[in-house]
């Protein structure tokens, strides 16, 4: 079975700064992968996903995202961060297996932008 | 384009009551469905998925129970409602199992 973690709860950035989020994933194969934003009280809102071919991708908001099979690894990146960019940011994998439930959500990372 | 709608965006009710709450898609045919209960401060918990009219698959034994009586629409209910079944209910659609999930915008749900 496949699994996501998200090994930061909550992570603090100033505006303008740089962003990282990590994500490690479990999985036999070449795995669909996703990041996703929720801001408060509202649905989660895909900002990128990966199925195969280059392994930087680019997403919406100014967000990539980058495969590196080696390390098991999709970590969201964004040069510069605006305070709208305050939200929960979800890691998800995608793989079927006959008759599977579809996407394995980590358990979220919770972005605080300081001014 | 496609759409999800839920319904209603928020409700409070006492223990002990039914529920229903209502999803439905709109601009695509045959989708994969999902219904989500997410805590407060936690992460997606799935509790149904369908992949076709009248398929559920239950993924957490619970009170409560899905139906999709058509093929955009997707129903959680429950009977009596428990004071833990208080939460965000997240509905989604995908075109397969694999593929990236398209959320609705939620039903907050108050159980007192």
């Known amino acids: 079975a496949q699994s996501v973690t998200q090994p930061d709860i909550h992570i603090t950035v100033s505006e303008g700064a740089s962003l990282e989020l990590r994500c490690n994933y479990s999985y036999g194969a070449t795995p669909y992968l996703f990041w996703y934003v929720q801001s408060p009280g509202q649905g989660l809102q895909l900002l990128l996903k990966y199925f195969s071919g280059d392994t930087l991708v680019q997403g919406i908001k100014g967000f990539e995202a980058e495969f590196k099979r080696s390390q098991s690894s999709f970590n969201l990146r964004k040069p510069s961060v605006h305070w709208s960019d305050a939200a929960e940011y979800f890691c998800a994998v995608g793989a079927v297996r006959g008759g599977a439930d579809g996407l394995t959500f980590g358990k979220g990372t919770h972005l605080i932008i300081q001014p | 384009s496609q759409t999800i709608h839920q319904w209603p965006a928020t409700l409070v009710q006492p223990v002990g009551s039914p529920l229903s709450l209502e999803c439905t898609v709109e601009?695509?045919?045959?989708?994969?469905l999902y219904w989500y209960r997410q805590a407060a401060g936690r992460g997606l918990q799935l509790l149904f998925y369908s992949v076709g009219i009248g398929q559920i698959s239950s993924e957490v034994p619970q009170n409560l129970s899905a139906s999709r009586p058509q093929d955009r629409q997707f129903i959680l209910s429950s009977k009596k409602l428990l004071l833990s079944d208080s939460g965000f209910y997240l509905c989604?659609?995908?075109?397969?199992?694999?593929?990236?999930?398209?959320f609705g915008p939620g039903t907050r749900l108050t159980v007192t």
């Open positions: 601009g695509t045919s045959n989708p994969n």
């Open positions: 989604a659609w995908s075109r397969g199992l694999q593929y990236e999930q398209y």
